[in-house]
């Protein structure tokens, strides 16, 4: 069994996976711009800002594009397939990539509704996404 | 400023493969040392001659691949004067012509050697692990996203949602550039192949099928600049670089701005100012085909058709053998060969067909042909376009 790839957090992300510890999608907004930022950064890419201020998503956003996988991104995947590997578009603007989990994997498709999850993974959480009935 | 005219491609070498391997278990250092051998032959010229140096590849990491234009002078002999390690993905030596063009303009170099070499295949090492989960990777290995393929397939799945591009129109594209690889050869791949055909071969990523993957195979490649005073004592007649542009949009596929279009619209755009010629004066095309969902963002990102045409553009065949839009014309990384960055071959392609020397598969009276490069997960890109007298 080869354990999954989890994240190396640094100086940038340490606060964004206690987030997602605490079930808490945490994104970036610019206090001079207003934009939203996804990854996490030290300064705003619009701007060049560093008034860079940590917000709590709604978690909620639709598929932008998604991929079934048939074949494993790696051994660690390899009793997974078929997954799910999608864009989200959060309802805030930003992009994130993320898994599609509890869907039958034929029936996802570009901007169906979705809603954040938080998945334990080894020592982490990692935000995943599920459908949203609305 | 323009680099127009500034200098042609007076060499090409690259080295034969048996069922997608170099032969004889030779190394990436040795195939690379023996397709610039064969460049700098073709070009009537000698390694002393070289004074500027432009290699890029994925050999020797972690290691002395870090540094591989200063490794390969190394083991070639050849102490530069100007010296480029771009690396930007496969599309690297795209931008290492424009580079190499600017360098001989400013009199920083007169000649340039480009040159790149993959065993990839015979090391068995591809695989569709993603990079290791640090800086920006962090927020995408963990979700196993098979790479690059998974990226890819979701471009396309965005394209067919906002245009209704459809499955049997990127089989076109593998169908018609096996026509091509069977007019070659060299090529790989060579069997009869047909829409159905690609349509059933087992699917890898969603809706990206086997068969609108490129290869898997070894390769290298070597190409060689001079500048417009030496090109007049070179063996063959100058391809001149008429114009050249590079760019990227992003490194990780969740920053791309727009999954339907590449920063082709920006390289592209560039170079047909700059050689000051327009769509319907390029004679023959070769366009990045890591799969097939890249060579239709492309032609519609550089203009060839309208956002979300690009389906019909490449329907009834029309890249084919015979069609009236000429493309990939050796195979392509269909079907050809796909080392895992292929950007090299598309230019000694080019060259080939501008000089005619393409035998079987020439396409008769070619004056000016464009080259697509792509790297990464449709993250950079540059455009070359090229001409003869």
Redesign the interface.
């Known amino acids: 069994m080869i354990e999954?790839?989890?994240?190396?957090?640094?100086g940038d992300?340490d606060v964004f996976w206690q987030g997602c510890k605490e079930h808490k999608l945490l994104i970036q907004k610019c206090e001079d711009c207003s934009s939203y930022i996804f990854?996490p950064r030290v300064l705003c890419p619009n701007c060049f800002s560093e008034k860079v201020e940590w917000v709590q998503s709604s978690g909620v956003g639709k598929v932008?594009?998604?991929?079934?996988?048939?074949?494993?991104?790696?051994?660690?995947?390899k009793d997974?397939v078929p997954?799910v590997?999608?864009?989200i578009e959060l309802e805030e603007g930003v992009?994130?990539?993320?898994?599609i989990i509890d869907v039958d994997v034929d029936k996802v498709?570009?901007?169906m509704p979705v809603e954040v999850v938080f998945q334990v993974?080894g020592d982490?959480t990692?935000p995943k996404f599920k459908p949203r009935a609305i | 400023m323009s680099i127009k005219r500034a200098a042609a491609i007076v060499g090409v070498g690259d080295v034969e493969l048996e069922k997608g391997k170099v032969k004889h278990g030779h190394s990436v250092l040795q195939i690379q040392a023996i397709a610039a051998k064969r460049a700098l032959e073709d070009a009537g010229l000698s390694k002393d001659d070289v004074d500027g140096i432009f290699v890029a590849g994925l050999w020797g990491l972690p290691g002395i691949g870090s540094f591989p234009s200063v490794v390969v002078s190394e083991y070639l002999g050849i102490q530069p004067k100007y010296t480029d390690s771009t690396q930007i993905g496969g599309s690297a030596f795209e931008a290492h012509v424009g580079h190499a063009a600017a360098a001989i303009q400013s009199g920083l170099c007169e000649v340039a050697l480009i040159l790149y070499g993959s065993t990839q295949r015979s090391e068995k090492s591809r695989t569709l692990a993603g990079r290791p989960p640090v800086l920006t990777a962090q927020y995408e290995t963990p979700y196993g996203l098979p790479s690059p393929a998974g990226a890819y397939a979701m471009a396309a799945h965005r394209h067919m949602h906002q245009y209704g591009t459809r499955p049997e129109q990127l089989a076109e594209i593998a169908v018609a550039t096996r026509k091509w690889a069977q007019l070659n050869p060299h090529a790989t791949m060579r069997d009869h192949l047909t829409i159905e055909d690609v349509l059933t071969s087992p699917m890898i990523c969603d809706p990206l099928h086997l068969l609108d993957c490129c290869l898997v195979t070894d390769g290298a490649g070597a190409i060689v600049l001079v500048s417009a005073e030496r090109a007049k004592d070179c063996r063959k007649k100058p391809v001149w670089v008429l114009g050249q542009g590079e760019s990227h949009s992003h490194w990780s596929i969740q920053a791309m701005p727009d999954l339907t279009v590449t920063s082709a619209a920006v390289s592209g755009k560039r170079a047909f100012e700059m050689a000051g010629v327009t769509h319907d004066e390029i004679d023959v095309v070769q366009i990045y085909d890591s799969f097939t969902i890249t060579v239709l963002l492309t032609l519609e990102s550089l203009g060839f058709c309208k956002s979300g045409e690009g389906g019909d553009f490449v329907s009834n065949q029309r890249t084919a053998p015979g069609g009236d839009f000429p493309l990939n014309t050796n195979g392509g990384g269909l079907s050809y060969a796909h080392p895992g960055m292929y950007g090299i071959f598309l230019l000694i392609e080019a060259v080939r067909q501008l000089r005619e020397e393409a035998g079987e598969r020439q396409v008769k009276n070619s004056k000016i042909s464009l080259v697509a490069g792509t790297g990464g997960t449709l993250s950079s890109t540059s455009v070359v376009i090229l001409g003869r007298d």
């Open positions: 999954k790839p989890l994240p190396i957090p640094d992300s990854y932008y594009s998604f991929t079934i996988a048939r074949r494993p991104g790696g051994p660690a995947f997974e997954y590997v999608a864009l992009r994130m990539l993320s898994n498709d570009c901007d993974e982490f990692l």
